[in-house]
């Protein structure tokens, strides 16, 4: 009976269209139809990420857990626990020993200080490193790599370090580097030429070529 009644319908409905439209008039609706239809699902597909996207994200997650994971908050943590707790034996010592006391504490917070810039610069090289065998050596000389060094956290507090590493991608210092395939005397001098030849301190382009050097593997 309901098969009956939606053929019916259907009948009544196909009769309408053909006393108001030709045959073909009927065929180019329903193909306009299915243009948009067939648009809006592109529309879609477009939207949404692609497989390398997904990839590039997870690698992205990746580097910045293992930055966390080598950072250095649980070690200041520790540090400061161990600093307090040698402040609260000094101070139930006899005042007469108020001068070594402030001379050790000047100390320790020397070897802190030390120690924590030490971690810092060991968790961005070791990133420096992740990132680099991700994505080939010649990242290095990509103009992306800059970005990167934000999106991973990687020099977040050394600003000076990144200018350096943009300096060296502009005047092609990185690919002279990457020329040499192994870490020799041709590119340590390399370090010098750069302070020199753009003004930068020749220290800070010691510690950039360092970092770059470990997380190469040379």
């Known amino acids: 009976m309901i098969g009956h009644i939606a053929i019916t319908t259907l009948a009544n409905f196909l009769n309408i269209l053909l006393a108001r439209y030709t045959f073909v008039d009927i065929l180019i609706i329903l193909g306009l139809g299915l243009v948009f239809v067939f648009g809006i699902f592109i529309v879609i597909a477009a939207c949404l990420p692609t497989p390398e996207q997904k990839e590039e994200k997870e690698e992205k997650k990746e580097i910045v857990i293992t930055i966390k994971v080598h950072s250095p908050d649980n070690q200041d943590s520790q540090n400061a626990q161990d600093n307090q707790d040698s402040q609260d034996a000094q101070d139930n010592q006899d005042s007469n020993d108020n001068h070594n006391k402030q001379s050790e504490e000047s100390h320790d917070n020397d070897d802190y200080k030390i120690e924590t810039e030490k971690h810092l610069d060991d968790a961005n090289s070791k990133a420096l490193r ?89």
């Open 130 to 218: 992740i990132l680099i065998e991700q994505y080939g050596n010649n990242i290095l000389s990509e103009t992306r790599f800059i970005r990167m060094l934000d999106d991973y956290q990687i020099f977040r507090d050394r600003k000076d370090m990144k200018t350096i590493i943009k300096i060296m991608i502009e005047n092609g210092y990185m690919k002279k580097m990457l020329k040499e395939g192994t870490w020799n005397f041709k590119v340590e001098s390399l370090s010098k030429e750069l302070a020199q030849e753009h003004g930068l301190k020749e220290q800070t382009c010691d510690e950039v070529f360092k970092h770059l050097k470990y997380g190469l593997g040379w």
